[in-house]
Protein backbone atom coordinates (compact mmCIF):
# COMPACT_ATOMS: atom_id res chain seq x y z
CA UNK A 1 0.00 0.00 0.00
CA UNK A 2 1.46 3.70 -0.91
CA UNK A 3 0.50 6.95 1.19
CA UNK A 4 0.67 10.31 0.17
CA UNK A 5 0.11 13.72 1.71
CA UNK A 6 -2.76 16.05 1.37
CA UNK A 7 -2.85 19.56 2.80
CA UNK A 8 -5.77 21.30 3.94
CA UNK A 9 -6.26 24.36 1.63
CA UNK A 10 -4.35 23.21 -1.35
CA UNK A 11 -6.09 21.85 -4.47
CA UNK A 12 -4.76 18.75 -3.25
CA UNK A 13 -6.73 18.82 -0.05
CA UNK A 14 -10.06 19.49 1.88
CA UNK A 15 -10.58 21.69 4.49
CA UNK A 16 -8.92 20.01 7.84
CA UNK A 17 -12.53 19.07 9.36
CA UNK A 18 -13.59 17.38 6.24
CA UNK A 19 -10.04 15.25 6.64
CA UNK A 20 -10.21 14.65 9.88
CA UNK A 21 -14.12 13.13 9.83
CA UNK A 22 -12.87 10.84 6.38
CA UNK A 23 -12.48 7.69 7.81
CA UNK A 24 -10.20 6.46 5.15
CA UNK A 25 -7.69 8.99 6.15
CA UNK A 26 -4.89 8.84 8.36
CA UNK A 27 -3.59 12.17 10.17
CA UNK A 28 0.03 12.03 10.59
CA UNK A 29 3.06 14.51 11.03
CA UNK A 30 5.29 14.81 8.82
CA UNK A 31 7.90 12.99 11.03
CA UNK A 32 5.28 10.77 11.92
CA UNK A 33 5.39 9.30 8.55
CA UNK A 34 8.67 9.94 8.11
CA UNK A 35 9.02 7.38 11.13
CA UNK A 36 6.20 5.05 9.64
CA UNK A 37 8.22 4.65 6.42
CA UNK A 38 11.86 4.18 7.87
CA UNK A 39 10.88 1.41 9.97
CA UNK A 40 8.89 -0.29 7.81
CA UNK A 41 12.28 -0.54 5.24
CA UNK A 42 13.92 -1.85 8.24
CA UNK A 43 11.33 -4.04 9.08
CA UNK A 44 10.46 -5.03 5.49
CA UNK A 45 13.45 -4.68 3.04
CA UNK A 46 16.14 -4.96 6.00
CA UNK A 47 14.43 -8.68 7.15
CA UNK A 48 14.22 -7.25 10.95
CA UNK A 49 10.94 -8.25 12.00
CA UNK A 50 10.95 -11.77 10.35
CA UNK A 51 14.79 -12.02 11.64
CA UNK A 52 13.78 -11.19 15.15
CA UNK A 53 10.26 -13.50 14.90
CA UNK A 54 12.23 -16.54 13.39
CA UNK A 55 15.66 -15.81 14.98
CA UNK A 56 17.45 -16.58 11.50
CA UNK A 57 18.70 -13.99 10.24
CA UNK A 58 17.45 -13.12 6.69
CA UNK A 59 16.99 -9.83 4.40
CA UNK A 60 13.48 -9.51 3.35
CA UNK A 61 13.94 -11.17 0.20
CA UNK A 62 14.79 -14.27 2.37
CA UNK A 63 18.70 -14.41 1.79
CA UNK A 64 20.59 -15.91 5.03
CA UNK A 65 22.81 -12.86 6.14
CA UNK A 66 25.33 -13.03 8.91
CA UNK A 67 24.30 -11.34 12.33
CA UNK A 68 26.56 -7.85 11.21
CA UNK A 69 25.70 -4.33 10.71
CA UNK A 70 22.91 -3.95 7.86
CA UNK A 71 25.75 -1.46 6.48
CA UNK A 72 28.13 -3.61 6.18
CA UNK A 73 26.27 -6.51 4.78
CA UNK A 74 25.11 -3.98 2.02
CA UNK A 75 28.00 -2.86 1.39
CA UNK A 76 30.13 -6.17 0.74
CA UNK A 77 27.15 -7.80 -1.05
CA UNK A 78 28.34 -4.96 -3.95
CA UNK A 79 31.76 -6.27 -4.04
CA UNK A 80 32.88 -8.76 -6.70
CA UNK A 81 34.60 -11.51 -4.41
CA UNK A 82 35.00 -14.69 -6.62
CA UNK A 83 38.29 -15.04 -6.66
CA UNK A 84 38.93 -14.20 -2.77
CA UNK A 85 39.53 -17.03 -0.30
CA UNK A 86 38.55 -16.48 3.24
CA UNK A 87 39.54 -17.89 6.73
CA UNK A 88 36.18 -17.43 9.00
CA UNK A 89 37.22 -17.34 12.66
CA UNK A 90 33.45 -18.10 14.31
CA UNK A 91 31.38 -19.88 11.57
CA UNK A 92 27.36 -19.80 11.82
CA UNK A 93 24.76 -18.16 9.73
CA UNK A 94 27.49 -16.17 8.10
CA UNK A 95 29.11 -19.07 6.69
CA UNK A 96 26.59 -19.78 3.73
CA UNK A 97 26.46 -15.94 3.00
CA UNK A 98 30.69 -15.57 2.27
CA UNK A 99 31.06 -19.28 1.10
CA UNK A 100 28.64 -18.26 -1.55
CA UNK A 101 30.49 -15.06 -2.51
CA UNK A 102 33.98 -16.35 -2.08
CA UNK A 103 36.30 -18.79 -4.09
CA UNK A 104 37.31 -20.83 -1.03
CA UNK A 105 35.96 -20.35 2.62
CA UNK A 106 37.71 -22.23 5.72
CA UNK A 107 35.83 -21.78 8.92
CA UNK A 108 37.34 -22.50 12.61
CA UNK A 109 34.86 -23.07 15.09
CA UNK A 110 35.20 -22.97 18.73
CA UNK A 111 31.61 -24.92 19.04
CA UNK A 112 31.38 -28.83 18.42
CA UNK A 113 27.77 -28.83 17.67
CA UNK A 114 27.89 -25.72 15.27
CA UNK A 115 30.76 -26.68 13.71
CA UNK A 116 29.17 -30.49 13.15
CA UNK A 117 25.85 -28.41 11.97
CA UNK A 118 27.92 -26.37 9.63
CA UNK A 119 29.49 -29.29 7.91
CA UNK A 120 26.05 -31.08 7.10
CA UNK A 121 25.19 -30.64 3.48
CA UNK A 122 28.02 -28.07 2.56
CA UNK A 123 29.27 -26.66 -0.56
CA UNK A 124 32.21 -27.69 -2.26
CA UNK A 125 34.13 -23.91 -1.57
CA UNK A 126 33.82 -24.73 2.27
CA UNK A 127 35.47 -26.65 4.74
CA UNK A 128 34.72 -26.64 8.37
CA UNK A 129 36.81 -27.47 11.18
CA UNK A 130 36.24 -27.80 15.39
CA UNK A 131 39.18 -26.05 17.14
CA UNK A 132 39.26 -25.40 20.77
CA UNK A 133 39.18 -22.20 22.15
CA UNK A 134 42.73 -21.87 23.22
CA UNK A 135 44.38 -22.92 20.33
CA UNK A 136 41.88 -21.09 17.68
CA UNK A 137 44.54 -17.86 17.45
CA UNK A 138 47.62 -20.34 17.09
CA UNK A 139 45.01 -22.47 14.70
CA UNK A 140 44.54 -19.98 12.32
CA UNK A 141 48.66 -18.57 11.85
CA UNK A 142 48.92 -21.97 10.76
CA UNK A 143 46.99 -21.50 7.47
CA UNK A 144 46.88 -19.39 4.62
CA UNK A 145 47.83 -16.70 2.91
CA UNK A 146 44.12 -15.50 2.69
CA UNK A 147 42.15 -12.24 1.05
CA UNK A 148 39.74 -12.13 3.57
CA UNK A 149 39.62 -12.69 7.45
CA UNK A 150 36.56 -12.56 9.30
CA UNK A 151 37.03 -12.17 13.56
CA UNK A 152 33.88 -13.41 15.07
CA UNK A 153 34.91 -15.69 17.62
CA UNK A 154 33.96 -16.90 20.82
CA UNK A 155 37.99 -16.67 21.47
CA UNK A 156 40.07 -13.89 22.37
CA UNK A 157 40.10 -11.38 19.54
CA UNK A 158 43.04 -9.62 20.14
CA UNK A 159 44.99 -12.69 19.62
CA UNK A 160 42.91 -14.10 16.88
CA UNK A 161 43.50 -10.51 15.18
CA UNK A 162 47.86 -10.77 15.82
CA UNK A 163 47.57 -13.82 13.81
CA UNK A 164 45.16 -12.62 11.07
CA UNK A 165 47.82 -10.02 10.17
CA UNK A 166 50.34 -12.46 9.47
CA UNK A 167 48.15 -14.30 6.79
CA UNK A 168 46.42 -11.79 4.52
CA UNK A 169 47.01 -11.12 1.52
CA UNK A 170 47.86 -7.70 0.23
CA UNK A 171 44.82 -6.35 -1.40
CA UNK A 172 42.61 -8.20 1.06
CA UNK A 173 40.49 -7.02 4.43
CA UNK A 174 40.01 -8.16 7.92
CA UNK A 175 36.63 -8.31 9.09
CA UNK A 176 36.42 -7.85 12.78
CA UNK A 177 32.71 -7.70 14.08
CA UNK A 178 31.23 -6.36 17.37
CA UNK A 179 34.35 -3.86 16.93
CA UNK A 180 32.12 -1.43 19.90
CA UNK A 181 33.46 -4.44 22.09
CA UNK A 182 36.52 -4.98 21.13
CA UNK A 183 38.52 -1.61 20.59
CA UNK A 184 41.52 -3.36 21.84
CA UNK A 185 41.34 -5.72 19.01
CA UNK A 186 40.95 -3.07 16.82
CA UNK A 187 43.52 -1.07 17.66
CA UNK A 188 46.06 -4.06 17.12
CA UNK A 189 44.70 -4.39 13.48
CA UNK A 190 44.85 -0.10 13.24
CA UNK A 191 48.63 -0.53 14.36
CA UNK A 192 48.95 -2.97 11.68
CA UNK A 193 48.65 -0.41 9.04
CA UNK A 194 45.86 -1.17 8.13
CA UNK A 195 43.07 1.64 6.80
CA UNK A 196 39.72 1.23 9.26
CA UNK A 197 36.52 1.56 8.16
CA UNK A 198 33.38 1.21 10.57
CA UNK A 199 29.56 0.59 10.05
CA UNK A 200 27.52 1.57 12.72
CA UNK A 201 24.11 0.18 12.13
CA UNK A 202 20.95 -1.94 13.68
CA UNK A 203 21.67 -5.68 12.86
CA UNK A 204 19.15 -8.58 12.71
CA UNK A 205 17.89 -9.80 15.90
CA UNK A 206 19.11 -7.08 17.98
CA UNK A 207 17.57 -4.13 19.56
CA UNK A 208 20.56 -2.08 19.78
CA UNK A 209 22.86 -0.93 17.57
CA UNK A 210 26.35 -2.07 17.16
CA UNK A 211 29.41 -1.60 15.00
CA UNK A 212 30.97 -4.05 12.06
CA UNK A 213 34.50 -2.75 11.18
CA UNK A 214 36.47 -3.63 8.07
CA UNK A 215 40.23 -3.11 8.20
CA UNK A 216 41.56 -2.80 4.60
CA UNK A 217 44.95 -3.60 3.27
CA UNK A 218 46.38 -0.12 1.67
CA UNK A 219 46.52 -2.21 -1.84
CA UNK A 220 42.69 -3.02 -1.26
CA UNK A 221 40.58 -1.77 -4.62
CA UNK A 222 36.86 -2.55 -4.11
CA UNK A 223 35.51 -4.11 -8.04
CA UNK A 224 31.50 -4.14 -8.13
CA UNK A 225 30.15 -7.03 -8.34
CA UNK A 226 26.99 -5.72 -10.36
CA UNK A 227 28.56 -3.28 -12.45
CA UNK A 228 27.94 -0.67 -9.75
CA UNK A 229 29.19 0.46 -6.15
CA UNK A 230 27.54 1.19 -4.19
CA UNK A 231 24.18 -0.66 -4.96
CA UNK A 232 20.83 0.60 -4.98
CA UNK A 233 20.14 0.56 -1.67
CA UNK A 234 17.49 -1.55 0.04
CA UNK A 235 14.60 0.45 0.62
CA UNK A 236 16.13 3.70 -1.66
CA UNK A 237 15.05 5.47 -4.50
CA UNK A 238 15.57 5.03 -8.25
CA UNK A 239 15.64 8.44 -10.55
CA UNK A 240 12.97 7.95 -13.25
CA UNK A 241 15.30 10.14 -15.35
CA UNK A 242 19.13 9.99 -16.17
CA UNK A 243 20.76 11.90 -13.39
CA UNK A 244 22.41 14.48 -15.37
CA UNK A 245 24.30 15.32 -12.63
CA UNK A 246 26.30 12.13 -12.60
CA UNK A 247 27.15 12.36 -16.97
CA UNK A 248 30.69 11.91 -17.25
Not at 137 to 144: E, I, L, N, S, V
Not at 180 to 186: K, R, V
Given at each position: ?6 I???R ?9 N ?7 S???M ?7 I??R ?14 L ?28 E ?10 A?R ?18 L??P ?12 L ?8 P?D ?5 A???RV?C ?18 S ?8 I ?13 F???H ?17 P ?13 T ?10
Open positions: MFWTHLPGTRGDDADGLRNIGVHELRGAFMASATHLADLGFLQSAETEAAAGNGEPIPLMSYGFIEYVSGLALQTFDCLLGGGRSTAFWTMRRVLTLETDSEIARQLSDKANLEISHVEEARPAAAGQFGFAVIIDAANAAQSALGILKPGGFIVLDNDWFPNTASLRDGDLIQVDFHDRPSHYRCATSMFLHREFRPARAGRLPLQPLGGKPLEPNRWDIP
